[in-house]
């Protein structure tokens, strides 16, 4: 990854230290300031002091190489706790990113959900980015420069990232990679591998990837919904390329440490996947996996051909997971009104666009 933008400058927020340093391949006293000046970047901190660099020229060519190219935020909104931010990239798409917080004992964490790619290829029905199609991917430093953004706004009170935004991240899956290694590398975000996690859609060839890659503190989020193969078919295109039992394969395999577990997400839709044999059909499947089952209420998207369940539908159909000996939670809804919510990213102006 050559990682420089027209004119030599770097992008800066797709590269480790180590690429930087590669490229830019400063004299040993320079490494320490350069790292002063990265680490701030990656950070979100103020403009950090580029006058600790040594002097010209190499100040001069540091600064312009570090120049880091954070996409604006054209539109920040709030939904009660929930934040959207809206970037622009440089060919007039937009990138969306969700800020939840997360109340702990010892105050108050924060979770990103980060897009991968503007819009998506896989046409879940229920999903309002399916209707854009695929638009293209983000590249890393698109990706990073979310977390970048965010960090800015709530000044460093990012502690979890979560692929769950726009887009389907082993369908991009070189450059989610590199950004998730920009993100854990120590002298930038170092964010730990635990606190990252990429959820797909169950693309079987990409988690055999992800596991060769060999990090077992990442997690891995699936998004199932459906008790059996006719139903994910009818919702979920790629199953019919991908079925559960491949899928489930291809989890079995999959290097799990020894407290973690997969996070099977299951959207609830009334009329569709939310009855008693669904709830006993999916814990048979679930069975031999390490898993813990994330039921969520739908989110309508625009046009929606259904509505959201009623909390009794959720609570009734969490009863009957558990009676089948399923762990489970449900996820709280927050951000609906303003498409913030699970599922909801993708905005009319990016259809035009398309
Ligand atoms: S649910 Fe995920 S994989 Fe499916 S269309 Fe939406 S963004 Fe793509």
Redesign the pocket.
């Known amino acids: 990854m050559s990682g420089t933008e027209g004119g030599g400058r770097l992008d800066v927020l797709g590269l480790t230290f180590p690429e930087v340093t590669a490229a830019l391949r400063p004299r040993r006293h320079e490494v320490k300031p350069l790292r002063t000046v990265y680490r701030a970047l990656l950070r979100g901190q103020a403009p950090p002091d580029t006058a600790r660099l040594p002097g010209p020229p190499c100040r001069v060519r540091y600064e312009e190489a570090l120049a880091a190219d954070v996409l604006p935020i054209v539109r920040r909104i709030e939904d009660g706790e929930l934040t959207k931010f809206v970037q622009r990239t440089h060919d007039e798409l937009e990138i969306e990113s969700v800020v939840v917080p997360m109340p702990r004992t010892h105050g108050l964490w924060r979770t990103l959900c980060v897009s991968s790619q503007v819009g ?5 029905t ?2 309002e ?2 209707q854009l199609g695929l638009l293209r991917n983000l590249t890393p430093g698109e990706i990073v420069g979310q977390v970048v953004a965010a960090q800015r706004d709530f000044q460093q009170g990012i502690r979890n990232v979560v692929f769950m935004g ?3 991240p082993l369908d991009n899956f070189e450059h989610v990679i590199q950004a998730i290694r920009v993100m854990m590398d120590p002298s930038g975000l170092s964010l730990a591998g635990e606190r990252i996690t990429i959820s797909t ?1 169950g693309r079987v060839a990409g988690i055999r990837r992800l596991a060769q890659l060999g990090w077992r503190r990442l997690n891995l989020a699936v ?1 199932l919904n459906a008790p059996n193969d006719e139903i994910r078919s009818q919702i ?1 295109p ?1 199953n019919r390329r991908e079925p559960m039992a491949a899928l489930r394969d291809a989890l079995l395999a999959y290097p799990l440490r020894n407290c973690q577990f997969f996070m099977l997400e299951y959207v609830l839709i009334p009329g569709v996947n939310d009855a008693r044999e669904h709830a006993f059909e999916v814990a048979e499947y679930l069975r031999p996996l390490k898993c813990m089952l994330n039921v969520i209420p739908y989110n309508p998207r625009r046009d929606s051909p259904w509505p959201a369940p009623t909390e009794e539908a959720v609570e009734q159909f969490l009863a009957w997971a558990r009676e089948a000996g399923q762990g489970c939670k449900r996820r709280v809804t927050k951000g609906r009104d303003q498409m913030a919510a699970c ?1 909801q990213l993708g905005n009319r102006a990016l259809a035009r666009h398309r």
Not at 120 to 124: D, E, I, S, T, V
Request: charged fraction near 10%; glycine fraction near 18%.
């Open positions: 998506c290829a896989r046409g879940c229920f999903c980015t399916a726009m887009g389907e859609v998004s979920m790629n599922g």
